[in-house]
């Protein structure tokens, strides 16, 4: 019997190969976005090497921007507080181009049908899922993979929570991100330079990187949801003469929500398994969710080729996945809190960073990068 996988986004597509590739029949539901999303996500060492686990990084690679160093600097002075040289694959990708990369493979695999419908019902049983879905018709499946995000069905399916405490509405969050796909021509030159650039301010920061090989710049700008309600380029980019066209505000900015992080104890019940921001709501502050979300397909991948069944490849696919990605989504948590400080906290935390120097950074991004030890044997 078939596996169905919901959500087209970056944990849909890479789960569906994941399970073809594996050797079973997949049918994913759900339709891709149109138009395709902007801006780019960067990917660290554990997000290319499952995205070799899954075939995929030659491909990958050839889109991506490789980046040389992260560099953190004080917002308010521009003073360099650390300077992190990236020995490893680091890397920026366009959102838009690693989709279309996932949806080519996706598309020729053999194995793999697309159906572009969501999920509207699932009941999971002990030898499968039923299924209808918003087209009116009915499948039955031997599991399903629920990679439909933030407030999908997966996540209410599996964890039982309501879907209102699941969709976060930004007044009620806080913090939301403002994020921009800028024109490199239109920024000064140092802008399209091989570096993610992270920039600490007085509570809210700013992360730019160059895509499409410096042709374009992402910028995304993390800060209070009141601050962000008005005129708030001036406040952000006023105090620095770098980002002067910034503080003009002639560019477009998409106001994303920060999800609170969680990730639940559980990731299966029955045959549904969560992969992706479905399974880890995972604030953006340690660039890990779609390397995540790449992980738990690989994961997914290793899980269903070598286990003697479906139920115990998904066994052990949640137990792997769980207890890694906690961890990782209180190192995002905390990371986000760090940089959110302001006033003397703030003053008080560049200090430190800079007298910590790069190891220090290093020594905390070092076994998130690291991806699964359970991969790498
Ligand atoms: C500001 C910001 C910056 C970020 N930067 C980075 C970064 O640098 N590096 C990084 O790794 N990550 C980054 N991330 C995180 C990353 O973008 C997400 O983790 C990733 O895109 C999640 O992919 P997903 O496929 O799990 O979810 P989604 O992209 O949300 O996809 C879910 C899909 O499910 C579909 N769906 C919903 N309901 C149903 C249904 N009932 N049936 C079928 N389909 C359904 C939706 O239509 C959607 O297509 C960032 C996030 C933010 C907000």
Known sequence: MTIIVSGTGIAGMSAALAAANAGHKVTL???LASPPPAGGIQLAPNGWQALDQLGLFDAAIKRATQLDHIIVRDLNNGATLTRLNLANRYASIGRADLLDLLH??????????????????AVPHKDGVDL??????????????????????????????????????????GRVAMRADIDAADLPAVFAQPASNLWLGQGAHLVHYP???????????????????????????????????????????????????????????????LAGD????????????AGQALQD??????????????????????????SAVSAVVRKADISGKIMALGGARGRLRNIMIGLAGPSFLQSWLADVWAGDPAMAE
């Open 29 to 31: 539901c759900g339709h």
């Open 104 to 121: 080519g493979v996706v598309a020729k695999h053999h194995a793999i049908t697309h159906h572009p419908a969501l999920i509207s019902q």
């Open 132 to 173: 209808v879905l918003d087209d009116g018709q009915s499948l039955m499946a031997a599991a399903l993979i629920a990679a439909d995000g933030v407030a999908g069905l997966g996540r209410r399916l599996v964890t039982g929570a309501p879907s209102d405490e699941l969709r976060h509405p930004i007044s009620h969050l």
């Open 211 to 273: 895509i499409a090989g410096g042709r374009h710049i992402n910028f995304a700008v993390t800060l209070s949801a009141q601050l962000a309600n008005s005129h708030w380029q001036a406040k952000i980019f006023g105090t620095n003469p770098l980002f002067e066209k910034l503080a003009m505000g002639q560019f477009q900015w998409m106001k994303t929500s920060v999800s609170p992080a969680g990730s639940p104890l559980c990731w299966r019940r029955g045959r549904v398994v």
């Open 278 to 289: 479905a399974a880890h709501i995972m604030p953006p502050h340690l660039a890990q969710g």
């Open 297 to 322: 397909a690989a994961s997914l991948q290793q899980a269903l080729t070598a286990a003697a069944s479906i139920d115990d490849a998904l066994a052990s696919y949640a137990r792997q996945r769980t």
